[in-house]
Structures are given as C-alpha cells and as structure tokens.
Antibody
C-alpha cells in the first residue's frame, strides 16, 4: 500500500524557517518524481514545487522561488521542503504527492504568525 | 504562466442530475489536464488524468472530455457521495496551475 506521511509542521514566526518531511512507503521511491502542494485555510489548491526522481529537474512556483528548497533522499525514502523567510501568506496545509498526483499524504499544517 | 479558468465556482444540483464542470486553459496544454475531488478534511483524490482517462477506482459515472482549450468533468448521475470540491490542474509546464475550484452541493 502506497503511503505518504508528512511531518515537521507547526507554528513559526514570520521570517523564520521550517523544514517539512514526507516519508514514502509502498512503492519504489527512487523511481518517482514528487511534488509539494499547499492549501491555505478555506482556499483552493496551489502547486508549490516538484522534483524529479534523481533530483535532476526541480521546479518552483513563483510565490516560493528563492525561499523554498525541495530535495529528496532516495536512500531514506524521504522528500523534503526547506522553507525560509516565511510569510503569513505561507500559512497552509502542505501535502506531498507522487508524480501523477495519484497518491497524496494527509498533509501537515504550517502556521506563520507572530 | 498558464491560467486555468474554472466554472462554475458553486454548483447546486439534485441527486440523479447530470452535472458538468469546465476549465479553460489560457494556452495550449494538450491533454495535460487532471481533475481532483476533495471532500472536507480529506486529501484530494485524482479522478481523471490525461483529460479523458478515468483514474483507478473512480466510478464510471465520472468522465472527462476536451473541446479545444475547454476541458470538462461530467458526472452522469449525481450521487450523494459526489458532493465535494472539484479542481482541475494543468501539468503541461511549470508552474503547474490549478483551477479555482467548484463546490458541488445539494440543491
């Protein structure tokens, strides 16, 4: 069974940093690209970043480019999202999803507030 | 960036109705179009990929179609479990962009 489990969320002050993790199981992680997608409270879905299976190709939304870094450790079956210079508008539920977006995690909440 | 204009934003409908949700792409995206269903408090679920292909486990009352730059999700006979938010997504090029969503609710 494919499982994606996010962790690392929480309450953080504006301007600070936070690193999210997504632990994958039930499939060969190193064969799949991965994505981060977020959803602000009561709002729609927003694609954040994508990374290819070998980390050769990485893409970001304009709203996070230069502040967020997507990475992965295929030996640990784990996807990461390093978030820096956080803003109130980054407050959202962050989902990791496999390429094709056929499997999603349950999401992890990030709240940016003083 | 490619814009996805989704309509309607809200769709009151009755059980058994045939309903259609549409997304219009601002540029050519070919068939790089997916549809997702999201119920309250749940993660999105892939319903349609490649504009017209039913994802695994999705009931056959759901279908996807394309006419030029217009993409549609149709439910042939609405059931209570279909009440949810629906989103389209273009994955032709980065940045991938979602439609603004459609809330399907009971009339």
């Amino acid at each position: 069974e494919v499982q994606l489990v996010e962790s690392g969320g929480g309450l953080v002050q504006p301007g600070r940093s936070l690193k999210l993790s997504c632990l994958a199981s039930g499939f060969t992680f190193s064969n799949y690209g991965m994505n981060w997608i977020r959803q602000a409270p009561g709002k729609g879905l927003e694609w954040v970043a994508s990374i290819s299976s070998s980390s050769s190709y990485i893409y970001y939304a304009d709203t996070v480019k230069g502040r967020f870094t997507i990475s992965r450790d295929n030996a640990k079956n784990t996807l990461y999202l390093q978030m820096t210079s956080l803003r109130s508008e980054d407050t959202a539920l962050y989902y990791c999803a496999r390429t094709g977006l056929d499997y999603w995690g349950q999401g992890v909440m990030v709240t940016v507030s003083s | 960036d490619i814009q996805m204009t989704q309509s309607p934003s809200s769709l009151p409908a009755s059980l058994g109705d045939r309903v259609t949700i549409t997304c219009r792409a601002s540029q050519d995206i070919g068939n790089y179009l997916r549809w997702f269903q999201q119920k309250p408090g749940k993660s999105p679920r892939l319903m349609i990929y490649g504009a017209t292909n039913l994802a695994a486990g999705v009931p056959s009352r759901f279908s996807g179609s394309r006419s030029g730059s217009d993409y549609s999700l149709t439910i042939s006979s609405l059931e209570s479990e279909d009440m949810a938010d629906y989103y389209c997504l273009q994955s032709k090029e980065s940045p991938f962009t979602f439609g603004s969503g459609t809330k399907l609710e009971i009339k």
